[in-house]
């Protein structure tokens, strides 16, 4: 069975950290490419962080570069989102997501929100 199961979303104040994790099983995470989206309510989901399996070439939406950074642990099949100097405008639902497709890039992994697998999503709130 496919999974993708995210875990440590939460909520914290602005300024904090949060990091995510997403455990893949039922396929080998190491072909694809993986990435991050997050969605708010009533809007389309944003691509907010992909990282390409071909080159290793990451994207980074720009409200989260400097902030935000993926990676991934083939060995333990689970992609990371660390997530530094939080601001309100980050709260969102954040879903994992990986694509098989070689000729996908990262960015258009990300902007064209591709997925083959998606993860149930984790809600992380940055409030008071």
């Known amino acids: 069975q496919v999974q993708l199961v995210e875990s440590g979303g939460g909520l914290v104040q602005p300024g904090g950290s949060l990091r995510l994790s997403c455990a893949a099983s039922g396929f080998t995470l190491d072909y694809y490419n993986i990435g991050w989206l997050r969605q708010v309510p009533g809007q389309e989901r944003e691509g907010v962080s992909c990282l390409s399996r071909r080159n290793g070439s990451t994207y980074y939406a720009d409200s989260v570069k400097g902030r935000f950074t993926i990676s991934r642990d083939n060995a333990k099949a689970t992609v990371y989102l660390q997530m530094n100097s939080l601001k309100p405008e980050d709260t969102a639902v954040y879903y994992c997501?990986?694509?098989?497709?070689?000729?996908?890039?990262?960015?258009?992994?990300?902007?064209?929100?591709?997925?083959?697998?998606w993860g149930q999503g984790t809600q992380v709130t940055v409030s008071t």
């Open positions: 997501a990986a694509s098989l497709n070689p000729l996908v890039t990262a960015q258009a992994m990300c902007v064209m929100r591709f997925g083959d697998y």
